[in-house]
């Protein structure tokens, strides 16, 4: 009675401690998801006349934090959506992790906007141990050589809001 009891406890906590558990416990892949931007007004921000570059390439790099020694880096490029997903193999800890924009391979606008050409990540679990193996970086952009016609016109609409 007693014993099977205590097997009853035993299972029961086991089954919970194998519903709490993240699913993907071990897979240690992450991927870096972020699109690439002509900025076609020059604006330093994406606006609706924005357009997204397909082949542009892009790096994840990350370094240790106290050393800034590199220790990992990925390079990727985007499809024809102007998107990559770069795939990170590994808990990267504590290190510090980046996406940055090294070409946009797009004739006639190919600077890196200096404000929009980098991007933080972290790769790896939170806290409360889950995985978190996707990460979106923040939109990275180059600058048109020449505005668009009626760029300035809409700057000053969306320089009203602010
Ligand atoms: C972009 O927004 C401005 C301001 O609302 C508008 O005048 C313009 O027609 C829009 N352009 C496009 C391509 O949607
Ligand atoms: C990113 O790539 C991985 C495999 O390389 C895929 O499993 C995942 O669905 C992709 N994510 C997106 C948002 O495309």
Redesign the pocket.
């Given at each position: 009675m007693a014993r099977s009891r205590v097997a009853l406890l035993l299972a029961l906590s086991i089954s919970i401690s194998i519903s709490i558990l993240p699913v993907p416990a071990l897979s240690e892949e992450f991927h870096v998801i972020g699109r690439v931007y002509c900025d076609t007004c020059q604006a330093g921000f994406e606006?609706?006349?924005t357009t997204y570059i397909q082949g542009a390439k892009v790096k994840v790099l990350c370094r240790d934090r106290k050393s800034m020694q590199r220790l990992y880096s990925v390079e990727g490029e985007t499809d024809e959506t102007g998107t990559y997903n770069i795939t990170v193999k590994g808990d990267r800890h504590d290190q510090m992790c980046h996406c940055e924009l090294l070409s946009c391979s797009l004739e006639g606008c190919n600077r890196p906007d200096p404000g929009r050409c980098k991007s933080t990540v972290a790769l790896t679990r939170t806290e409360n141990g889950l995985m978190n193996t996707v990460q979106h970086a923040n939109a990275m952009g180059c600058f048109k050589d020449q505005p668009l016609d009626g760029c300035k016109?809409?700057l000053n609409?969306y320089l009203a809001d602010v």
């Open positions: 606006t609706n006349v016109h809409l609409y």
